[in-house]
Every structure is written in C-alpha cells, then in structure tokens.
C-alpha cells in the first residue's frame, strides 16, 4: 500500500505505506488517518522535524558503528544492512515538495 502527497507547487509524491507512517508520526500526525493536510503556515515546522529526525537517525547509525566495531566485529555495517536507505534518502523527496510549496504558499495533502 501507499500514500500520495500533493501540491499544486510540485507534482505527486507517492511514498510506500511504512515510511509515509514513519513520516507522518515524525510529523506529530495520525497515521492512521488516510487524509491529512499541512498547511503553508505547518511546513516549516514539518521540515524542522524531520530534519530532527534525520540528525537522530544519523546519529544512532554511527553509534551502532562505533559499537560494532569495539565489539570486534569483522563488519561493523552489518548491523545496518536491514536498512541500506537512510531516513535521509527516504525523505529527501518530500522535503523537497515541503521546501516547493512553502515558497509557493501552498499545502500539502494526502490521502485526497
């Protein structure tokens, strides 16, 4: 399953279900819900959020990193492979539309 974000600043951004729940719990919305909206006045906070998030998730791989490798593992990035796409990678698209339709003034919408 997935959700599609839209904006008349940019095209549709479709996202498959588990990251767009990711995003939108980073976000402080429902993921339950499948229709929401950010307004122009909500992005800067969303992308400040995610933007957390990234920094938080940075930081936890390059500790799962650190510890692998004072363990004496062989491989210190096996302990990441589950997850080769960074949340960065994941989210760069969206905020991308964020940053768009924050300059334009317009929401963003899914599930509509």
Known sequence: MSITFKSRATGKLIMLD???????????????????????????????ALQAAIRTDEERRA?????AGAAG?????????????????????FIDMLERSLAERHEVVWGV
């Open 18 to 48: 588990a990251v767009a729940r990711r995003v939108l719990e980073i976000l402080g919305k429902d993921p339950e819900a499948r229709t929401g909206i950010l307004t122009a006045e909500q992005i800067p906070a969303a992308i400040a």
């Open 63 to 67: 500790q799962s990193t650190r510890e």
């Open 73 to 93: 593992d062989a491989d210190p990035d096996a302990t990441l492979r589950a997850e080769d796409v960074t949340l960065r990678q994941r989210t760069r698209p």
